[in-house]
């Protein structure tokens, strides 16, 4: 069984940063991927960013979020991070971890992925 656990959401102004985490417990494959995912009301879910975590860490992100937001690691503490600098509001939505053993590499599209997190809220006022 795996879960998966977000925190560090929060409401702030435009232009400000936040760092999300994602917690994993549990028994899990070995070589997988995880990525943060993005979902506005009313709108699909859409990948932000996607790492490599049983391989060697290698990342993707989508074009709406390169230069701004940075996917990162910690082996040791079983957690994934999503740095996010330069917020917009229509960054505003809640934020999903997942994890997944497909066989795509770095895969952003929401069906590739089999384990979620609960979510977090991310609101940025203009």
């Known amino acids: 069984q795996v879960q998966l656990v977000e925190s560090g959401g929060d409401s702030v102004q435009a232009g400000g940063s936040l760092k999300l985490s994602c917690a994993v417990s549990?028994?899990?494959?070995?070589?997988?991927?995880m990525g943060w995912f993005r979902q506005a009301p009313g709108k699909e879910r859409e990948g932000v960013a996607a790492?490599?975590?049983?391989?060697?860490?290698?990342?993707t992100y989508a074009d709406p979020v390169k230069g701004r937001f940075t996917i990162s690691k910690d082996n040791a503490a079983k957690t994934i991070y999503l740095q996010m600098n330069a917020l917009k509001p229509e960054d505003t939505a809640m934020y999903y971890c997942?994890?997944?053993?497909?066989?795509?590499?770095?895969?952003?599209?929401?069906?590739?992925?089999?384990?979620w997190g609960q979510g977090t809220q991310v609101t940025v006022s203009p």
């Open positions: 997942a994890a997944t053993t497909s066989g795509v590499v770095l895969p952003l599209s929401a069906s590739d992925y089999h384990h």
């Open positions: 549990g028994y899990f494959f070995n070589n997988y991927y």
């Open positions: 790492i490599g975590v049983g391989f060697g860490g290698e990342t």
